[in-house]
């Protein structure tokens, strides 16, 4: 009889195992038919997960909050100074590293970062106290700068402009899915022990760096990426040719002191210069740190602010957070292929457009789910604004690489990281200031700080409202550089001695 319950047992874990086998099968099988072949799905697959590590970490802090406290002694505050140093440090880096990403080869660039991160987490799980565990986020914040200019970097040379709004959306939800990871397992981890969530982290950073220095370095400038196994068809024109075609076909003029600028050789000085002059760029630069300042703040107080407003215990909140975690996923995953849609039906704006709706909605969206204290009541409107604040990031990364020649995306990339990631790091530490010394902390001092936080949220979609009439000029301006780069380099071959107009500037 034993026997036969054993033998029960085993074919029915074996049904269970082998439907799970199906399932992640089929998944992969579509997920590679989505970005168009194993290499490209491969290359999208490493650089989601570059950015799932880095959101998890951020994550895995604000949900193992109330474990930190007991453990250090520590308040809101001391819990927000934890991300925010990592965040400032990571902003003093990523200009150097932008530089790197233009200059050297990024994948072993990358690889380093990887390795370093998994030994800064070693320590994080080791400190003895608030003091020890700060320094450890210092070091974290160093190496972590690398993964925003050198994926920007990576993602422009890889894949063609028509695009990479549908890439983007891949991309980025690795580091919606490592947010939720570090809310839902280990966040429940840190519920036991703090320690043991930061060592799990530590462990895959390893794994990872590995596999990102064995992936070939594209080609600089163009489409390095093996293509999709099917050809396009005649009507795909304008997705081949992307906004560019669109500009030149509508006759946007770029505007010549930026292209004559752009064309020529730059210092380090000068190329930070550019990027800054370029209006497009600052507007959605402007408009991402406002987005992502707040979304700093829902990942580190989140959880506790869940629990409290919901009566719920903590546990309950990290799945409740994870749900509207699925929503946020498909917000970024629906919003670029819906601008590159857009895009290939002659919308020149699609993509801020896009982005400018999003953020509306999320700005909208979050007030009744601020409001009531019921989880059910809340749950759709949390939803709803979780998939329109992400869904702003993929048309927004992907309308960056737009404005910017290729040349200069690492650099670019280093300036708007910089910014985005000072207002990241400014977040959590105003989140709990504003909890605990304006409005008396707890739950309801969180409650009407995320009140309050919503006002950038709203100045965010009024930025991106702007940058409609600014992006075309400075599309056509890239373009424009581009072109006069290639034509510099053709006589220069043709001319060995006219100069060095034409070296790339990498």
């Known amino acids: 009889m034993a026997g036969a319950d054993v033998s029960t047992g085993a074919k029915t874990w074996g049904a269970i195992t082998g439907t799970f086998r199906r399932g992640g099968a089929a998944a992969r099988g579509q997920l590679v038919k989505a970005v168009g072949g194993p290499a490209r ?30 453990s250090l002694g520590i308040n809101n505050t001391d819990i927000g100074l934890l991300v925010s140093v990592t965040s400032l440090v990571a902003a003093v880096f990523s200009l150097p590293f932008g530089v790197l990403a233009d200059r050297a080869r990024r994948t072993w660039i990358l690889g380093f ?3 370093t991160w998994g030994g800064g987490m070693l320590w994080s799980a080791t400190a003895a106290s608030f003091g020890d565990l700060l320094l450890a986020r210092v070091f974290l ?23 990479r709004g549908r890439i983007y959306g891949y991309i980025l939800t690795g580091e919606l899915l490592g947010a939720g990871a570090g809310f839902a397992f280990t966040g429940d981890i840190a519920a036991l022990s703090w320690r043991a969530a930061f060592l799990i982290l530590a462990l895959p950073a390893f794994v990872l760096a590995w596999l990102i220095i064995r992936l070939p370095e594209p080609r600089r400038g163009g489409s390095g990426v093996p293509a999709p196994p099917q050809p396009a068809s005649p009507a795909q024109g304008v997705q081949q040719d992307g906004v560019q075609h669109l500009v030149a ?4 003029k770029p505007n010549p002191e930026l292209t004559a600028r752009a064309s020529a050789p730059m210092t380090i000085v000068e190329a930070l210069r550019y990027v800054l002059a370029v209006r497009t760029n600052v507007v959605l630069i402007i408009s991402g740190a406002f987005g992502y300042y707040f979304l700093a703040g829902v990942q580190t107080f989140g959880t506790e602010f869940v629990s409290g407003q919901y009566h719920i215990n903590q546990v309950v909140a990290n799945l409740l957070l994870l749900v509207i975690g699925a929503g946020a996923v498909v917000g970024v995953l629906a919003a670029g292929p819906a601008s590159d849609m857009l895009l290939r039906r002659g919308h020149l704006n699609a993509r801020v457009t896009t982005a400018a709706v999003a953020a ?34 993929p048309p927004i990364d992907a309308a960056r690489l737009d404005i910017m020649p290729p040349w200069l995306w690492g650099r670019a990339e280093g300036v ?14 105003l989140f709990g200031a504003v909890s605990d010394y304006i409005f008396g902390g707890g739950t309801s001092g969180l409650r009407w700080t995320f009140v309050i936080m919503l006002l950038p949220l709203a ?40 100069g060095d107009l034409a070296k790339p500037d990498y």
């Open 41 to 70: 799905t491969r290359i999208v697959v490493l650089l989601a997960c570059v950015l799932a590590l880095a959101s998890a970490d951020t994550a895995t802090v604000g949900a193992s909050a109330v474990e930190l406290r007991r």
């Open 459 to 498: 100045a965010a979609a009024v930025f991106l409202y702007r940058a409609r009439r600014l992006y075309p000029t400075d599309v056509a301006t890239a373009s424009a550089a581009t072109s006069a780069r290639a034509a510099a380099a053709t006589r220069h071959r043709r001319s060995p001695a006219s």
């Open 141 to 163: 914040g160093a190496v972590t700068a690398a993964a925003g200019p050198v994926v920007a970097s990576l993602t422009g040379d890889w894949f063609p402009a028509s695009e």
């Open 360 to 393: 509306s909605i999320a700005t909208v969206a979050f007030i009744p789910a601020l409001i009531t204290h019921s989880a059910l009541a809340a749950l759709p409107y949390v939803v709803l604004a979780a998939a329109a604040l992400t869904a702003q990031n």
């Open 416 to 429: 708007r990281t910089f910014l985005r990631t000072a207002a990241q790091a400014l977040a959590p530490l």
């Open 249 to 252: 076909e509508k006759g946007v």
């Open 113 to 115: 970062a990887l390795v």
